[in-house]
């Protein structure tokens, strides 16, 4: 499993670009999906020009299907965003509002960092720690919170648990980084699965 | 604030620091690198989650 949050940057990119030229061009709503697919297989094959020194038919097939997928994404979020302003859903707009801007931070952010597979031990290593040293705080912050809801103290208690486990492999972790050593089978998937139930179980 | 509420707003909350951290790191020399780990590594070990109260 690997974290690459700017994966979702062509979809969000997207849906602000296809929001712009529906307000501007009346299309028939049937066309719209069938657009947004065009729009993101054409812009996958731009990137795939831009990146690529050697295109193979395998790689062309890669870049549209990732394309295609990006495509159908922005459809979605467009729907989603078109029914929170139709309904004035205010939480929901907000929310939609604030994934946007998320969503192209990250994307910028990871434009030109070494892809997840690629990252040495020690690279690894730093995250790890880093996600850890941010998810911490952010409990304790929650914890000693005078004004904390029951919600909350449920999320503290849960993510107190994780955390135990959490230190313990990435300081292990990062004791066969920072010594050469090879980090065995199965420990960063581990650490990786904990970082997952941390940032989708509320923090 | 209900339990969606919260949890929305920490998985945004995650991703806005994942992506500081990317910002952050991608700035670095080699150098800067290695005394941010130490630093990093210094800091994890004093922190404890036993020490978050409980609640």
């Not at chain 1, 952010?138 to 914890?143: I, P, Q, R, V």
């Amino acid at each position: 499993m690997e974290i690459t949050i700017g994966q979702f940057t062509l979809p969000v990119l997207l849906t602000v670009v296809l929001g712009l030229i529906y307000s501007i061009i009346a299309i028939p709503n049937r066309f719209k999906p069938i657009i947004a697919v065009l729009c993101g297989m054409g812009l996958a094959m731009l990137g795939m020009v831009y990146a690529e020194t050697v295109i193979t038919a395998k790689i062309v097939i890669e870049y549209l299907l990732a394309g295609l997928m990006g495509g159908a994404a922005a459809v979605g979020l467009y729907e989603i965003q078109a029914k929170a302003l139709k309904r004035k859903k205010m939480p929901s707009m907000i929310i939609v509002a604030l994934l946007i801007p998320t969503f192209l931070l990250a994307g910028c952010a990871t434009f030109g960092v070494k892809p997840w597979g690629e990252r040495t031990a020690i690279e690894k290593s730093v995250f790890f720690m880093d996600f850890y040293k941010s998810q911490y705080n952010d409990t304790m912050a929650m914890a000693t919170n005078p004004e904390i809801t029951e919600p909350q103290k449920k999320i503290v208690r849960e993510k107190k648990k994780l955390l135990f486990n959490m230190k313990l492999l990435v300081r292990s972790y990062d004791d066969y980084a920072k010594g050469g050593l090879t980090v065995p089978d199965g420990l960063e998937q581990k650490i990786l699965d904990l970082i997952n139930r941390l940032a989708t179980m509320g923090g | 604030m209900s339990t969606t509420a919260i949890i929305s707003a920490e998985v945004l909350k995650v991703l806005i620091m994942l992506a500081f951290q990317e910002l952050k790191r991608k700035g670095m020399t080699a150098e800067e690198f290695d005394e941010y780990a130490r630093t990093l590594r210094a800091e994890i070990d004093d922190l404890d989650p036993a020490d978050i109260p409980a609640v």
